[in-house]
């Protein structure tokens, strides 16, 4: 991913996990060798400050910044590249607005795309580098394929140097070498990193989703919350409300423990 500015000695990248990551998540994963992800959702410019001048106390390692809100004030933008961030993460929603103005920055732009109409709208508004979701994530999912049917065929629609990065149910190293393997540059993983240390998911749920597999694991269609398009893996609770904290996706039957996020790319570094 040099075209783009990333040299990963780990081919990892944790996940935009919503209010669940944060400057010490991010920050973990990118000194590790990783590439550390923090969600910018509507924030305020005093908060986003605050989150960025933390990040930086942290690491001075690359880390993706996801735009994961519909609208976001063009001064987030502004304040996120002069505090030195060149690494974006785009979706269907906001893509079309931000990439080109991304672009103008400096910065480059990695949408996250589930199919093939998403796949070729990233394209044709000139992505940087393309973000796969296979339809067994957890979270919001807006793919209906796996990755096996979509990454090689993606591999070889943008050629050899485009950046890809593929993840959606992916938990261990033989994971991490399998999507490399179909031709992505790089694992991407969201459950895992929610279940470590440094995630800011309450301990209690954290502790649940372990005890949990993957068949008490359900995608709600149910239309609501931030992302009332997308249906969300999520897990099966009668008391607990639908929240961020207890999405997986269908590695989870594969995660046991809650390191901490360096162990964690460690491990899945091939
Ligand atoms: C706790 C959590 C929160 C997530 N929040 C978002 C989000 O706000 N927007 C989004 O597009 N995807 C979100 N996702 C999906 C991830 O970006 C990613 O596609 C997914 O985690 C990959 O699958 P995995 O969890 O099986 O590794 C979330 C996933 C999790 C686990």
Same mark, same amino acid.
């Given at each position: 991913?040099?075209? /783009?500015?990333?040299?990963?000695?780990?081919?990892?990248?944790?996940?935009?996990?919503?209010?669940?990551?944060?400057p010490?998540?991010?920050?973990?994963?990118?000194?590790?060798? !990783?590439?550390?992800?923090?969600?910018?959702?509507?924030?305020?410019l #005093?908060?986003?400050? /605050?989150?960025?001048?933390? *990040?930086?106390r942290?690491?001075?390692? $690359?880390?993706?910044?996801?735009?994961?809100?519909?609208?976001?004030?063009?001064? /987030? *933008?502004? *304040?996120?590249?002069?505090?030195? +961030?060149?690494?974006?993460?785009?979706?269907?929603?906001?893509? %079309?607005?931000?990439?080109?103005?991304?672009?103008?920055?400096?910065?480059?732009?990695?949408?996250?795309? !589930?199919n093939? #109409? =998403?796949?070729?709208?990233?394209?044709?508004?000139?992505?940087?580098? @393309?973000i796969?979701?296979?339809?067994?994530?957890?979270?919001?999912?807006?793919?209906?394929?796996?990755?096996?049917?979509?990454?090689?065929? *993606?591999?070889? =629609?943008?050629?050899?140097?485009?950046?890809?990065?593929?993840?959606?149910?992916?938990?261990?190293?033989?994971?991490?070498?399998?999507?490399?393997?179909?031709?992505?540059?790089?694992?991407?993983?969201?459950?895992?990193?929610?279940?470590?240390?440094?995630?800011?998911?309450?301990?209690?749920?954290?502790?649940?989703?372990?005890?949990?597999?993957?068949?008490?694991?359900?995608?709600?269609?149910?239309? /609501?919350?931030?992302?009332?398009?997308? $249906?969300?893996?999520? @897990?099966?609770? +009668?008391?607990? %409300?639908?929240?961020?904290?207890?999405?997986?996706?269908?590695?989870?039957?594969?995660? +046991?423990?809650? %390191?901490?996020?360096?162990?964690?790319?460690?491990?899945?570094a %091939?």
């Amino acid at each position: 991913m040099n075209s /783009v500015g990333l040299s990963l000695p780990a081919p990892v990248v944790q996940a935009a996990l919503a209010g669940c990551d944060g400057p010490r998540l991010a920050a973990a994963v990118s000194r590790a060798g !990783g590439l550390g992800t923090l969600t910018l959702c509507a924030p305020t410019l #005093g908060a986003t400050r /605050v989150r960025l001048a933390r *990040l930086r106390r942290l690491t001075m390692r $690359p880390v993706l910044l996801a735009f994961t809100g519909e609208w976001e004030k063009p001064e /987030v *933008l502004n *304040l996120c590249v002069a505090a030195g +961030h060149r690494h974006f993460q785009v979706f269907w929603w906001n893509g %079309p607005r931000l990439v080109r103005r991304i672009q103008d920055s400096g910065g480059v732009a990695l949408w996250q795309v !589930g199919n093939q #109409g =998403q796949i070729d709208e990233a394209l044709a508004h000139g992505a940087d580098g @393309l973000i796969v979701q296979g339809t067994q994530a957890g979270g919001p999912v807006r793919s209906p394929r796996t990755l096996d049917e979509l990454v090689p065929g *993606l591999r070889a =629609q943008v050629g050899a140097g485009f950046p890809l990065i593929a993840g959606g149910g992916l938990a261990t190293c033989e994971d991490v070498k399998r999507v490399l393997a179909l031709g992505a540059d790089a694992a991407l993983l969201g459950t895992r990193f929610l279940l470590s240390q440094e995630s800011q998911a309450p301990r209690s749920h954290k502790l649940r989703l372990l005890r949990a597999a993957n068949e008490q694991l359900f995608l709600d269609t149910q239309l /609501v919350g931030q992302w009332p398009c997308s $249906p969300r893996r999520r @897990l099966l609770t +009668h008391s607990l %409300p639908d929240e961020p904290s207890l999405y997986g996706g269908e590695g989870l039957s594969r995660i +046991h423990d809650l %390191p901490s996020a360096a162990q964690i790319v460690h491990r899945l570094a %091939p």
